[in-house]
């Protein structure tokens, strides 16, 4: 059995963490012929 946390975290604390591991959009490009974004 692995390692258990002692305390339960926090909504902040949890809110903090969780900071980093947005995603981001995807790189959108223009049509060259219509002009309209595609992926």
């Not at 339960?8 to 959108?28: D, T, V, W």
């Amino acid at each position: 059995m692995g390692p258990l946390p002692k305390r339960k975290y926090a909504k902040a604390r949890q809110g903090e963490r969780r900071q980093h591991l947005k995603l981001s959009p995807p790189p959108l490009d223009e049509c060259p012929q219509c002009h309209s974004a595609k992926l």
